[in-house]
């Protein structure tokens, strides 16, 4: 039998599109006003997902689950501190991230994982993890790498992009347990296969959003 990640990860390449923001950055096509958006579309992403990881540690107590939200949601805490380097080298502080106003379609992304973390299970949360890690993380390696040779930016302000362009095996390594923990208890494998599709689907929706408009 076809192992799920591998099936997850074919299903989400029959939709892949590439990602036009990436592509323009490193073309430095996009204007600093867009940086700023970016910084203001993540700190409301990077928010909202800690309170979702942290929702679903509180569902799935018990280990491997359990450690997994807890170290992704402190994770997305740890994200959140790093975001605040970049924000500020293109102009925006605490009160202009608060006051941005967020692109909705940029948040479908977030909104999905809340989704998850209300009614989903263990398994599709850990799958989405595995199926897209190095799509996700290839994206943010692209942007840090254009954001520094393109635009200047130092290496301390693009530390949120390469925080997520690298994920630790042992994390993944965890991932893999509450998968197979999660299935073998009986939840639904194709609905984990189907969240891992939409998930990649919205975090690439997130960037088009920001992309669209510009050339």
Known sequence: MTDIVSRARTEIAKHATGNRFADLLEAGAVPEERLRWLAGELYRLVGSDRRSQALLAARFPASPAGDLFLTLAQGEAEALRLLGDFASAVGMGEAEL??????????????????????????????????????????????????????????????????????????????????????????????????????????????????????
């Open 98 to 215: 608060a006051a941005y106003e967020p692109l909705p379609l940029a948040q479908a992304y977030p909104a999905y994982l809340t989704q998850l973390a209300v009614f989903g299970s263990s398994s599709a949360m850990a799958l989405a993890l595995l199926a897209n890690v190095d799509e996700s993380g290839g994206t943010y390696a692209r942007v840090a790498a254009a954001l520094r040779g393109r635009y200047g930016l130092s290496e301390k302000a693009v530390g949120h992009f390469l925080y997520f362009a690298e994920t630790p095996q042992e994390l993944l390594d965890v991932a893999r347990a509450v998968l197979d923990a999660g299935l073998a208890g009986g939840e639904d494998a194709d609905e984990a296969v189907r969240s891992a599709r939409i998930v990649s689907a919205l975090e690439g929706a997130f960037w088009d959003a920001l992309a669209d408009g510009l050339a």
